[in-house]
Each structure stands twice: as structure tokens, then as C-alpha cells.
């Protein structure tokens, strides 16, 4: 069964770091755009930072420039979060689809099951 699988969600004070982690089970990611989706309560899933699968060209959401780092590592996509904002709090989902990175979530036909991450003191 082709899928993705999160990791590295939790709980952590404003200002602290997580790493969230991107694996895909049954397929390889190369040449994949994958990207990181958040959604809050009540809300669409919103883009948070892209890398392409055509040159690795890395985008991100204007939130979170200069705080997460999105990156690949053979056949893991990771994002650094750093400077946690609570406003940061959601359930982040990775994604992937052949060739470039759109925001729009429909271009994505691989998704994982979500991860949870909450900024709280």
C-alpha cells in the first residue's frame, strides 16, 4: 500500500524546536514534490513549506520563513521548526506528488495521517 508516514510530533514550549519527519512506505519520493500541510481547528488545510521534485527547490508560507527548514534526506522529507509560536499549534500532514510544488491541496494524491503538534507552556 503506497503511503506516507509522519513522526516527530509533540508538545513543546514557545520557542522550542521539533523536527517533523516524512517516510514514505511502498515508494521512493525522488522526483516527488512533497510538501507540509498544518490545519487548525476548523479550518482548510494550509501549506507550510515545499521542496520540489524537479530541483529541490524549497518554498515556504510567509508565517514561517527563516524559522522551519524544509529538507530531503535520501527518502525522508524533514521539517525543522524552530521559534514555535502557539499560533503554530496543528496537525501537520506531509504530501506528495510527481514534479513541481503547488499550494493547492488537490494536487496531491499521497498524504500521510497527520501529526500532531501543540505550543504551549
Known amino acids: 500500500q503506497l503511503r506516507l508516514v509522519e513522526s516527530g510530533g509533540g508538545l513543546v514550549q514557545p520557542g522550542g524546536s521539533l523536527r517533523l519527519s516524512c517516510t514514505p512506505s511502498?515508494?521512493?519520493?525522488?522526483?516527488?514534490?512533497t510538501i507540509w500541510f498544518r490545519q487548525f481547528p476548523g479550518k482548510e488545510r494550509e501549506g507550510v513549506a515545499c521542496i520540489s521534485g524537479e530541483d529541490d527547490k524549497k518554498d515556504y508560507v510567509d508565517d514561517v520563513k527563516g524559522r522551519f527548514t524544509i529538507s530531503r534526506n535520501k527518502n525522508t522529507v524533514s521539517l525543522q521548526m524552530n521559534s514555535l509560536k502557539p499560533e503554530d499549534t496543528a496537525i501537520y500532514y506531509c504530501?506528495?506528488?510527481?514534479?513541481?510544488?503547488?499550494?493547492?491541496?488537490?494536487?496531491?494524491?499521497?498524504w500521510g495521517q497527520g501529526t500532531q503538534v501543540t505550543v504551549s507552556s
Open positions: 504530501a506528495a506528488a510527481l514534479g513541481r510544488c503547488s499550494w493547492w491541496a488537490r494536487t496531491y494524491e499521497l
Open positions: 511502498g515508494l521512493s519520493l525522488e522526483g516527488h514534490a
